[in-house]
C-alpha cells in the first residue's frame, strides 16, 4: 500500500537510486508490518536549483546528498513503529549505502484503507 | 479541488498521458462529484529504474504499462462513491485506451475543505 | 517540517523556481509558524501536456504561468491562518515576482507530528 517518492540530487552513480528503494521497501517491510511484495515508488533526480535543503536545521549539518523520502501509508501504525522506522532506515541507508544518517529525510502521509486501489478497478484493502 | 500526480513509465504513444488526464478527470466528475473544469493535474514519466512496481502483488499481474494515479481531494466521500470511482476509472481507461485493468493503481489523499486556494490568494471552499 | 511541491510549466527564466521557493519560505515562516530554516522544497518543470490546469474554473483566469504550491506540513493551523497564508504568498508572489495572483493554485496536506525525521533517523517533532 505504500506508495513513495523519493528526491535526490543529480549525479548520484548510476544503480543508486534503485539501491535506495530497495532499502526502504526492505525495511518497511521489516519494521511497520508492509507486505511482502507491497512496492511501489517513484524516484526523481533534480537539480541543484530544483532541490532545496536547509543545511542545519534542527543543527543536523545536511549536504547535496540529501534524500526525501515521502510515503504514503495506512493510518494507525503506533509512534513507537514509526520511530523505529526511521532509525532502521537511516541505519540501514548508511550502512549499505554509505549515505550519512544527517541525509535522510522522511515524512509519512497516513490515509484510510479504503484509499487505495492496486489494480482492476477494486478496493483490494476496503471491507 | 482535486491536484492529481499520474507517473507513467517512459515510451508510450505522443499524447498519452494527456488522454489519461481526461478519463481521469471525466471520471472524478461523473462518479465523486468532483465539479466540472475542476482539473488541476501533472503527469510525470520514468525510466525503469525510477518507477518500481511489484509485478505481481495480490496477484495482480503488472507490467511496465503501469500508471500510478495519485489524488489530493476533500475528504468525506463514502467508501461506495470510492469504489464506483475505481471500478469507472479501470473499465474506462481499458475501454478508451486500452490499459490493462491490472495496471492501474489508484491512491487517494484526503484533505480539508479550508486547505485550498485556486487563486487570487482565497481559500474558495472555506466557510 | 514542511515540505513543499512546486510544479511550473517550461519556460520560465532562469532562477525563477528557486525564487518562488524563497518566498513560498519566507511566507510560512512569516504567516504559518514555521520554523525559521525549515526549508525543505522540490520544484518540477513540466510541459503544456504535463501540467494540466482549467484556464477558468471558479471563474479565475489562469495561463502558462500557473504554479502548483503543495505543502506536506503539520495539523492543527487554523483556518484564519490558512487564510492569511494564501494571501501573503499570493501577493509576495505577485508583487516579488510579477506572477498574477489568479495563477497561485496551493494545497496544504496535513499529517501528524511524529510523521517526521529531519535527519539521523530520529522522529524529532514526536514527544
Redesign the interface.
Known amino acids: 500500500m505504500p506508495?513513495v517518492r523519493i528526491?535526490l540530487m543529480k549525479g548520484k552513480p548510476e544503480?543508486f537510486?534503485?539501491k535506495v528503494?530497495e532499502v526502504v521497501?526492505g525495511t518497511m517491510v521489516d519494521t511497520i508490518n508492509v507486505?511482502p511484495?507491497?512496492?511501489?515508488?517513484?524516484?526523481?533526480?533534480?537539480d541543484k536549483?530544483?532541490?532545496?535543503?536547509?543545511p542545519?536545521?534542527?543543527n543536523?549539518p545536511?549536504t547535496d546528498g540529501v534524500i526525501?523520502i515521502?510515503i504514503?501509508l495506512n493510518e494507525g501504525r503506533t509512534?513507537e513503529l514509526?520511530?523505529a522506522f526511521?532509525?532502521?532506515?537511516?541505519?540501514r541507508l548508511h550502512q549499505e549505502l554509505g549515505v550519512r544518517?544527517?541525509?535522510?529525510?522522511?515524512?509519512?502521509?497516513?490515509?484510510?484503507k479504503?484509499?487505495?486501489?492496486?489494480?482492476?478497478?477494486?478496493?483490494?484493502y476496503?471491507?
Open positions: 506508495i528526491s544503480g537510486g534503485k528503494t521497501y507486505p511484495k507491497d512496492n511501489f515508488q517513484v524516484i526523481t533526480e533534480h536549483e530544483s532541490l532545496i535543503y536547509d542545519d536545521y534542527l543536523i545536511r526525501f515521502q504514503t509512534v514509526k520511530k526511521y532509525k532502521t532506515l537511516a541505519e544518517m544527517e541525509e535522510v529525510f522522511i515524512n509519512l502521509v497516513e490515509v484510510k479504503e484509499n487505495w486501489s492496486f489494480g482492476n478497478g477494486i478496493a483490494q476496503a471491507q
